[in-house]
């Protein structure tokens, strides 16, 4: 996960956002409050989101876009903050399994229950997580360094089976990458480019770069190396 600046809200959103807010806490029955909830799912909301996360899960950084429609998550899920339903800050793009059942779901702990969640947007999610690769086992792990950081890691399934394994097999090339970039200006380039905010899995690169200072998915290339 790493940090994501916000861009303004989408037209349609400032548009209609206090319109469906005020149709979907009037709605009565099951089907009225369907209909009002899908408004959320607007193109132009997408879009943005799209943009916005370089195609990639808010939370563990997989590419979405060219597998998946990706899901439009609630940071505070809908089903509990209703109110929250057409909130732009409230709203993030999501891979099916992070937002998924199995996982984040319908779940938001409180502070009590250790959350809330870190937020990408919200949060510098350096503060709240380490970003290891380990030579010996060859695995990329996040670890959470807070209690905050621990609960995201653990409800969003953040060192699940499939995702580690894939991502570890890309993180292992861009340590190789990082041992060549301090000689070949190519590989220096490429290094640039894994920390990119629309690169996978670029916390893992930004830690090998020991450059957290790139935070803007537009943000041209990156310092420090
Ligand atoms: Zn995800």
Redesign the pocket.
């Known amino acids: 996960m790493i940090e994501v600046k916000r861009p303004p809200e989408p037209g349609a959103l400032k548009r209609n956002g206090a319109k469906w807010k005020q149709k979907l806490l009037k709605a009565q029955t099951k089907r009225e409050k369907k209909l009002a909830k899908e408004k959320y799912r607007h193109s132009d909301v997408k879009a943005t989101l799209v943009t916005m996360f370089g195609g990639k899960?808010?939370?563990?950084?997989?590419r979405i876009t060219h597998l998946d429609y990706g899901h439009i998550e609630h940071y505070r899920p809908k089903s509990r903050f209703p109110k929250l339903t057409f909130e732009w800050s409230n709203l993030l793009l999501?891979?099916g399994?992070?937002?998924g059942a199995e996982h984040k779901g319908g779940q938001f702990p409180d502070r009590a229950g250790g959350g809330p969640l870190v937020n990408p947007c919200d949060d510098n999610p350096s503060d709240h997580f380490r970003f290891q690769y380990d030579p010996d086992t060859k695995l990329a792990s996040v670890y959470g360094t807070t209690t905050r950081g621990e609960t995201t890691e653990k409800l969003?399934g953040l060192n699940r089976h499939w995702?580690r394994k894939y991502r570890s097999e890309q993180v292992r090339k861009l340590v190789a990458l990082a041992r060549f970039a301090r000689s070949d200006p190519d590989a220096r380039v490429l290094l640039n480019e894994a920390c990119q905010g629309n690169a996978e899995y670029a916390a893992f690169a930004r830690t090998l770069c020991g450059d957290w200072s790139i935070n803007d998915t537009r943000s041209g290339v990156g310092r420090g190396l």
């Open positions: 899960c808010a939370y563990c950084e997989s999501a891979c399994v992070c937002n969003l995702l």
